[in-house]
């Protein structure tokens, strides 16, 4: 079974408390149970911005006609850098690729800024986003495409590319 991170975090945080307990000796048993309290109820705390939206199943077929409109985002810190994307590919800040809730993984897509008018092409290669009301989290080198980088959010509209357009390799 795969254990969430705030779990692996309450934990890891028990077992070493207890570990530092039976080494110093000089603890009681009730001081290191309310240290174990406080370090549990701390680190629940520091995940609470982790809420989970309810799950949305991922759209089988995409028609060339599909479009929505909302707000996009970009992610890409150290910690995603190096890890796996839902569809299994190494996160890469330097592609074009978008992480969608819904849209098929592999699926191309137009993004256009509504700010700026611009826009990239991407492939949805992960899932998410996990916050608020955003609809797509675009890698750091498809956010500095349509300028998104310096807003850290802004209004997208995204529409599915037909079949031609959507071919590899595009330029």
């Known amino acids: 079974m795969r254990r ?6 309450v934990w890891g945080l028990s077992c070493l408390l207890t570990l530092a307990c039976g080494m110093t000796g000089g603890m009681s048993c009730a001081h290191a149970r309310h240290a174990t309290r406080h370090a ?7 995940h609470h911005h982790l ?11 995409v028609s060339s006609t599909w479009s929505q409109h909302g707000l996009a985002s970009w992610y890409g ?7 796996r994307t839902a569809s299994g590919d190494i996160f890469d800040p330097g592609a074009m690729t978008a992480a969608h809730r819904q849209l098929p993984l592999g699926t191309r897509v ?24 955003r609809i797509i989290d675009l890698s750091p080198a498809a956010a500095r495409e349509i300028g998104l980088l310096d807003r850290g959010t802004t209004a997208v509209d ?14």
């Open 4 to 9: 969430k991170m705030p779990d692996l975090l």
């Open 40 to 46: 549990v109820r701390h680190a629940r705390a520091a």
């Open 51 to 61: 809420r989970r939206l309810p799950p949305v199943a991922p759209m089988r077929n």
């Open 77 to 83: 810190t150290h910690r995603e850098i190096g890890h």
């Open 110 to 133: 137009r993004i256009r800024a509504v700010a700026t008018g611009r826009s990239v092409i991407v492939t949805i290669n992960d899932r998410g986003p996990y916050r608020g009301n």
């Open 158 to 171: 995204i529409m599915a590319l037909p079949p031609e357009e959507a071919a590899w390799p595009h330029g």
